[in-house]
């Protein structure tokens, strides 16, 4: 999923610290999770940062270690793949 832009992130921001309703009421109000109205407020809290965090995942193949020992047995034995 793509992360809520900071315009969005700055309207809810302004209205939690306006008073203009509580967490669940700005989530339905904005059309966002209730986790996400309380993380970007303990965001802004902790750091005064709105901008959105990382994404992703970049954990390294399980495989990788392994890349050497697969292509030396495939090239020893072809019939070992699926095709």
Known sequence: MKAYSVDIRTKIITAYLDCE???TQLSKRFKVSRDFVFIIIKKFKDTGDLSPGKQGNNRASKL????????????????????
């Open 64 to 83: 990788e270690p392994f890349t050497e020992f697969i292509k030396s047995m495939l090239s020893d034995y072809p019939s070992l793949t699926l095709s």
């Open 21 to 23: 309703g509580s967490i």
